[in-house]
């Protein structure tokens, strides 16, 4: 399956974006989904992931209450709304998706994620 996320940009600190995450090739309704988020010279970091169902999301500690990670199945898509963003949110945002279908959550590692987008620049600045 190939992702394409997109919807990043240039946004004032405080300010909102809507990141997209698309499957194509097939779809990604049975597989969990996560996006994570690389700064310049920081290693890959867990951002917030949805259980394949929609009925379980997680969220790191930093976005908590900021962030919302949302999936509309029937259109092959993931969403990141990011409220109240912060210079320190500033990033290349990845989409990713477990291989493993039906699975029963939704992990913050790395390793987990089998399939990966191109990745979109989110920049807040202060």
């Known amino acids: 399956v190939q992702l394409q996320a997109s919807g990043g940009g240039l946004v004032q600190a405080g300010g909102s974006l809507r990141l997209s995450c698309a499957a194509s090739?097939?779809?990604?309704?049975?597989?969990?989904v996560a996006w994570f988020r690389q700064a310049p010279g920081k290693e890959r970091e867990f951002v917030s992931a949805i259980m394949w169902n929609g009925g379980s999301t997680y969220y790191a500690d930093s976005v908590k209450g900021r962030f919302t990670i949302s999936r509309d199945n029937a259109k092959n898509a993931v969403y990141l709304q990011m409220n109240s963003l912060k210079p320190e949110d500033t990033a290349v945002y990845y989409c990713?998706?477990?291989?493993?279908?039906?699975?029963?959550?939704?992990?913050?590692?790395?390793?987990?994620?089998?399939?990966w987008g191109q990745g979109t620049q989110v920049t807040v600045s202060s």
């Open positions: 090739g097939r779809t990604f309704s049975s597989n969990a």
């Open positions: 990713a998706a477990n291989a493993m279908a039906y699975y029963t959550g939704a992990s913050s590692r790395v390793k987990d994620y089998a399939y």
